[in-house]
């Protein structure tokens, strides 16, 4: 019976070719996003999960309260003599516990090879607690201090397939390093997943000064710590023991300053890093969780739009086979064995919709993954997947088919063979029902998806307070880099190519400092705001073209700048200082006092969505605290010759060091990839959405066009014209649309406008988006169901008429 109810399906769908084709491509194109979304679902979700013991590590977290606002913080760097501390006192708690440095870009040189690799630095119990396959070595390849652990395809890349152990590497040509193991390739989405090795932190500190000095400060937070919990021991066990580390295992004068802030630990589960990475009022909340929800939530709307269009088309074609099913029941058919045979029609539908789905998947994978910066491959060599798969297709194809087959499957066989079954008055209602929820559903996503464009728009045309164009950095990693730093910055002067140089701590679009502790005239006992904290030297401002709103930029012609300070306009409004220009700020624990000889515009260097935090910008004559160029290039020279000369200098100053270089406006506008790739994904999302529905009333006004064939002639006997009949056909329609967009706007607007919330840069919503949304919406219609109107207007009224 099965087999016949398939053969019947089969010569149904060739029967009406234009119904089985919006049927099959709809639902084919809502299988397609619903897929990709659950694959890129399934990639936010695993992240971090590929570790054995996932659910059992954390990191460890100070949270804080600002006792001018009362404000509550969290922040992920803590000292890094913690470690050593928690290891001895609650060694029983944590099964393993990492001091680490974060993932960086180093320099890799084997023999003449050199290769820009980034890497990490971390305490040995990483290869425990993370559970990682070594391939050569062991849990103890991280004991030697000089040895390093890398990864199977790094192996690959600098060895091919010579054995790696025990050779050495180089490192920014500084230290030398031994490869003591080579773990199996983690996957990209993980914390692991961009590092092209892993080395002993111990061995760090004997050529990093900075760090060294750092193992015995209670007064630094620049380190992370990760814990894994022992194995009867929960996460909330493990918090609670370690909530007052300040208070009872800390220096006193850490301890003391703990109590100022009002200072805990809390630990951050490894589940949580990367969804949950956002913080207000000291707690995570969702981050990319929100957008996790938010496409899921749009898939399952998307194919909801597809079966719509099968269960339109079908109950509209419902004369077409009432007679069918009056013939059907009178010869004894059960309701249950019509139902049966609808939901095998609607089975094969969808089924034919997943193989074409699966063949565009695999075609534009590549693409979908370029756009989302993903590595995602179809898992078919995974049982999960076929099982996921099959329940799927039962699932959309009783969503699909099942009130077909119960409405198609009600008929009366008197009442059908008699002729007498018409639809009723109301009978359309429930298609114009759903009609409806589809361009709703489409209307959201059109002015969602312009109004993250005019957001992510908005922030970038936001001033950024310097000038981006033609401005490069320079990153040089060499030991003879502190010596010949000045030559090669006069050198880069006397190119001809450059228009200016400067050296600084940090890229322009970075911060690699904060410091707290300061006091100035006037300030309020509870002002304990950290201030960002750049070093630059006298030609840092002209260089990249910062502007000066209150005295005067710095200059080796005024001994005194040596301690002078310049601050950005956010420090001052912080500082409540109206002519900051000629103040002091002093901090004590350093013993340091400098004037402040300028105020600059506010120059955005972290997120270009908050606002400016308050900055100083030291001036370091000596130049030891400089590590980084800042070079702008000529506009009237090509910028690869410009490059070319710049690198042949550097070669032949420091010969052994890569040529490293970005430009700082593509650097800038890394800021903005999540939100682009966000704005991306949900036009790509609507596109198909917007596909869908109007393919679906396409063949509804296929078919209206088909059933009012008679009347239409009627009327064109009668003298109406062309205009008329198109006016009459595509008068409901449009009525449909313009109800669907008064329901879109206002949820549309609700949810948007809590999402810009989470932005202190944002836009206002304006209505012209909602009116634009919906004429858009309605120009659409118009032109979707305009050629069926045309068509069946123009259509002779004498055939038409003879034809019935």
């Known amino acids: 019976m099965f087999k016949n109810y398939l053969k019947i399906a089969w010569r149904n769908l060739g029967k009406n070719k234009l119904f089985s084709f919006i049927n099959i491509s709809g639902l084919a194109i809502g299988m397609l996003a619903v897929m990709l979304i659950s694959l890129w679902v399934w990639d936010e979700v695993g992240y971090n999960k590929s570790f054995k013991n996932h659910e059992h590590i954390a990191s460890i977290y100070r949270r804080y309260t600002e006792p001018l606002d009362r404000s509550v913080k969290t922040w992920e760097w803590v000292q890094y003599p913690m470690a050593g501390v928690i290891k001895l006192k609650y060694g029983h708690i944590f099964r393993h516990v990492v001091l680490t440095r974060s993932e960086m870009e180093y320099n890799l040189t084997l023999n003449d090879r050199n290769f820009t690799a980034r890497g990490r630095f971390a305490t040995g119990e990483v290869i425990e607690m993370f559970s990682l396959k070594m391939l050569r070595g062991g849990a ?14 790094t192996a690959t890349t600098l060895f091919g397939n010579s ?165 059907r029941k009178a010869i004894g058919s059960m309701r249950a064995q019509l139902i049966g045979q609808f939901l095998s029609e609607s089975f094969m539908v969808v089924f034919l919709s997943f193989l074409i789905s699966v063949l565009l998947i695999w075609l534009v994978l590549p693409a979908f993954n370029e756009l989302t910066s993903k590595s995602i491959r179809l898992p078919f060599t995974n049982l999960y997947f076929w099982i996921d798969s099959f329940v799927f297709l039962a699932l959309t194809a009783l969503l699909a088919g099942l009130y077909p087959a119960i409405y198609l499957s009600s008929f009366q066989p008197v009442k059908v063979l008699k002729g007498i079954a018409k639809a009723g008055r109301y009978a359309s209602l429930p298609r114009k029902i759903l009609v409806v929820v589809q361009f709703t559903v489409s209307v959201i996503m059109i002015i969602g998806t312009t109004i993250v464009y005019q957001q992510i728009r908005y922030t970038q045309d936001r001033p950024t307070g310097y000038t981006q ?60 705001a950290n201030f960002t904290t750049t070093y630059i030297d006298e030609d840092y401002g002209k260089t990249i073209q910062w502007k000066i709103v209150q005295g005067r930029d710095f200059s ?72 980084t160029f800042q070079v702008r290039l000529r506009p009237d020279q090509p910028v690869h010759a410009a490059l070319a000369k710049i690198e042949a200098i550097q070669k032949q100053l420091l010969p052994s060091a890569p040529f490293s270089y970005s430009f700082t406006d593509q650097d800038y506008g890394k800021k903005f990839a999540a939100e682009q790739r966000l704005g991306k994904l949900a036009t790509l999302f609507a596109i198909l959405a ?65 999402w810009l919330e989470k932005y202190s840069y944002r836009i206002h919503i304006s209505g012209w988006v909602f009116v634009c949304a919906a004429a858009g919406s309605i120009l659409l219609t118009l032109l979707t169901i305009s050629w069926q109107a045309i068509k069946a207007a123009m259509m002779n009224p004498v055939k038409s008429l003879r034809s019935e």
């Open 469 to 528: 164009e033609n401005l490069l950095r320079i990153s040089v990693k060499d030991p003879l880099f502190e010596k010949q730093k000045m030559v090669m910055k006069q050198a880069l002067l006397n190119s001809g190519v450059v228009s200016a140089v400067a050296l600084s701590n940090s890229p322009v679009t970075a911060i690699w400092g904060n410091w707290g502790g300061f006091s100035w005239r006037g300030k309020d006992p509870r002002a304990e």
């Open 556 to 627: 080796k012609d005024f001994s005194m700048d040596a301690d002078g300070v310049i601050i950005n306009e956010a420090a001052a409004k912080y500082m409540k200082l109206e002519n900051p220009v000629g103040e002091y700020i002093t901090h004590d624990f350093l013993k340091m006092s400098r004037q402040i000889i300028g105020v600059v515009k506010d120059v955005i260097v972290q997120s270009p969505y908050e606002n400016v935090s308050p900055g100083f910008y030291w001036f370091d004559p000596k130049g030891s605290n400089l590590f």
């Open 690 to 754: 917007i596909f869908i529905s109007c393919l679906g009333l396409f063949g509804l006004a296929s078919f209206v066009a088909e059933q009012r064939t008679k009347e239409i002639g009627i009327r064109k006997v009668l003298g109406a014209t062309v205009a008329n009949i198109w006016k009459m056909l595509s008068t409901d329609f449009v009525l449909l649309i313009v109800i669907s967009c008064c329901i879109a706007s206002p949820i549309a607007y609700y949810y948007l406008d809590q």
């Open 163 to 327: 054995d790696p152990v025990n050779q050495t590497i180089k490192l920014n040509n500084h230290f030398e390093v031994k490869v003591s193991g080579v773990y199996q390739d983690v996957p990209s989405n993980s914390i692991l997943g961009t590092a092209w090795f892993i080395g002993n932190l111990e061995h760090l500190k004997k050529f990093d000064n900075n760090i060294a000095s750092q193992s015995i400060d209670w007064g630094n937070t620049s380190s992370n710590i990760w814990v894994q919990t022992a194995d009867n021991v929960s996460m909330e066990q493990a918090e609670a023991a370690i909530r007052n580390f300040y208070f009872s295992d800390a220096p006193p004068e850490t301890r003391d300053n703990a109590k100022k802030y009002q200072q805990t630990l809390w630990l951050h589960p490894m589940d949580q890093w990367y969804l949950y990475s956002d913080f207000k009022d000291g707690y995570a909340k969702a981050g990319r969780a929100g957008y996790v929800w938010l496409f899921g939530i749009i898939g399952a709307f998307i194919l909801l739009l597809a079966c719509i269009n099968f269960v339109n088309l079908s109950t509209a074609r419902s004369e077409k086979r009432a007679k069918e099913v009056g013939i």
């Open 140 to 153: 103890n390849s991280m004991d030697d201090p000089t040895g390093i652990i890398i990864s199977s395809s």
